[in-house]
């Protein structure tokens, strides 16, 4: 059974940064594409990036491209995502995913049928 449990969200003032991560088990990690979305409240889910097996080539929302950095160590089972100049609308539950497929290269969150229970980011003003 797949398991992912994020880890480093929390209070951080405007402008600030945090890294995420996301620690995977349960099959070959390094094999399969990972995602990250969050979802504001009262809000949907929402695509933030993604990254293919071998790390060499990522995929942002265009909205947040230049701020995210997303990044994953195989050795460790582990994918990141760097948040730099963070506003106040990244608030939101942050959460890593992955698909049955592990070639799947996109935004649409159906594709993604695992997901970890999310982690709080929270940027005061």
């Known amino acids: 059974q797949v398991q992912l449990v994020e880890s480093g969200g929390r209070l951080v003032q405007a402008g600030g940064s945090l890294r995420l991560s996301c620690a995977a088990s349960g099959r070959t990690f390094s094999s399969y594409t990972m995602g990250w979305f969050r979802q504001a409240p009262g809000k949907e889910r929402e695509f933030v990036a993604a990254i293919r097996w071998s790390g060499s080539d990522t995929y942002y929302s265009d909205s947040l491209k230049g701020r995210f950095t997303i990044s994953r160590d195989n050795a460790k089972n582990t994918v990141y995502l760097q948040m730099n100049s963070l506003k106040p609308e990244d608030t939101a539950v942050y959460y890593c995913?992955?698909?049955?497929?592990?070639?799947?290269?996109?935004?649409?969150?159906?594709?993604?049928?695992?997901w970890g229970q999310g982690t709080q980011v929270t940027v005061s003003a």
């Open positions: 995913a992955t698909g049955i497929i592990a070639t799947i290269w996109t935004r649409m969150s159906q594709y993604y049928h695992y």
